[in-house]
Nanobody
């Protein structure tokens, strides 16, 4: 069974940076599309960005484009979300997710991802 564990969240001032990590066990990221989502209380889970199964392509929500970057280290079986120029509105619990089918396309829909981490909280103070 694939398990994903996020880490790296915390409290940061506006304009600061954080790097979130998502480590996989019981499976690999290689060959699988991976997504990052975020959620605040009372709201639906929101797409942040995704990495294609090959690792060659990324896509991002307009709200984070140019500030956030997704990357993958296959040797460490870890996916990262580098977050720069953070804003208070970026405050949320952040989740990584992996698709269940090998070489399936990356997606903005949370319904397309099978495996999820437990989330890590990011709080940006103004």
């Amino acid at each position: 069974q694939v398990q994903l564990v996020e880490s790296g969240g915390g409290l940061v001032q506006a304009g600061g940076s954080l790097r979130l990590s998502c480590a996989a066990s019981g499976g690999t990221f290689s060959g699988y599309a991976t997504g990052w989502f975020r959620q605040t209380p009372g709201k639906e889970r929101e797409f942040v960005g995704a990495l294609s199964w090959s690792g060659a392509s990324t896509m991002y929500a307009d709200s984070v484009k140019g500030r956030f970057t997704i990357s993958r280290d296959t040797a460490r079986n870890t996916v990262y979300l580098q977050m720069n120029s953070l804003k208070p509105e970026d405050t949320a619990a952040y989740y990584c997710a992996r698709r269940g089918v090998l070489r399936s396309v990356y997606s903005r829909s949370s319904d397309d991802y099978k495996y999820w981490g437990q989330g890590t909280q990011v709080t940006v103070s103004s």
